[in-house]
């Protein structure tokens, strides 16, 4: 399936992003799913996930040194933290929807069917492969400046709040010191269609349901199961309140 938008409008919102100097092929090449190179019989090096590969490692080095900079006396633990959060797929996909990717990603006309370019995962692949795209082949102090510039909210939301993105890392150090009983998620339902659900997660340990959630994936339903059954044991303080 080809996408809602041509090459050219593809080239004309990475200007309006701030890069002048780009290769067009590569940007292309960003946004283009595996599915789509196999429905049109073309070479795997014409989708995405070779340069997701590198984007990643583009995106992990511009937040480490933006970090290491920001937080001068942060100890080297809390900074990872930080970090596996903001280049998570979850902040990955709230950065490619305030940017609106989803009309210039390429699927195939199946994976178009299950809304597949609605996906967290697809979207936070692409803007990886978007950076790994953009480091080949344009300023890469721009691009650096870009990745932490459109991340700096998250950053510090993330800094702010690490208890909350933390809390299922919390509640299992919390279970482990009292017996080696580990916590369990369970899905009581989805909701929603194909590209578009809703997880409703429990969380339960030694037998006894302590809390339940819901989210738009499984991990962050989990996620904040986790912080409603830390604010339920005491173990952290409501960051609401």
């Given at each position: ?5 041509s090459d ?6 990475i200007s ?13 090449t960003a946004f ?11 070479s795997?090096l ?19 040194d933006?970090?290491y900079?920001k937080?001068?006396d942060?100890?080297?633990?809390e900074?990872t933290?930080?970090?596996s ?9 709230k950065?490619?929807?305030k ?8 699927v195939?006309?199946a994976?178009e069917r ?12 692409v803007?990886?492969?978007l950076f ?9 102090d721009?691009?650096?400046k870009?990745?932490v510039?459109?991340l700096n909210?998250?950053i510090e ?25 580990l ?11 194909a590209h ?8 339960a ?7 339940s959630?819901e ?5 962050q339903?989990e996620?904040?199961?986790?912080y409603?059954?830390?604010?339920m044991?005491?173990?952290i303080e409501?960051?609401?309140?």
């Amino acid at each position: 399936m080809q996408s809602d938008c041509s090459d050219k409008d593809l080239a004309s919102f990475i200007s309006k992003l701030g890069f002048k100097d780009f290769s067009l092929d590569l940007v292309v090449t960003a946004f283009t799913h595996s599915s789509y190179t196999k429905e049109n019989d073309e070479s795997y090096l014409k989708c995405y996930e070779r340069l997701e590969f590198l984007g990643d490692a583009v995106l992990k080095m511009a937040v480490t040194d933006f970090l290491y900079k920001k937080y001068p006396d942060a100890h080297e633990g809390e900074l990872t933290k930080i970090r596996s959060i903001v280049v998570s797929d979850e902040i990955l996909y709230k950065l490619a929807q305030k940017l609106n990717i989803e009309n210039f990603i390429k699927v195939s006309r199946a994976e178009e069917r299950c809304g597949g370019k609605k996906l967290e995962s697809i979207q936070a692949c692409v803007m990886e492969a978007l950076f790994g795209a953009l480091y080949l082949s344009s300023d890469r102090d721009v691009l650096c400046k870009f990745i932490v510039e459109n991340l700096n909210n998250f950053i510090e939301d993330v800094a702010s709040n690490k208890t909350v993105f933390n809390a299922k890392a919390i509640l299992q150090e919390y279970t482990q010191a009292k017996s080696k009983e580990l916590p369990e998620y369970s899905i009581l339902k989805e909701t929603g269609a194909a590209h578009n659900k809703t997880f409703f997660v429990q969380v339960a340990y030694a037998g006894n349901v302590l809390a339940s959630a819901e989210g738009k994936s499984k991990k962050q339903a989990e996620q904040q199961a986790a912080y409603n059954a830390c604010k339920m044991l005491g173990i952290i303080e409501d960051v609401n309140k």
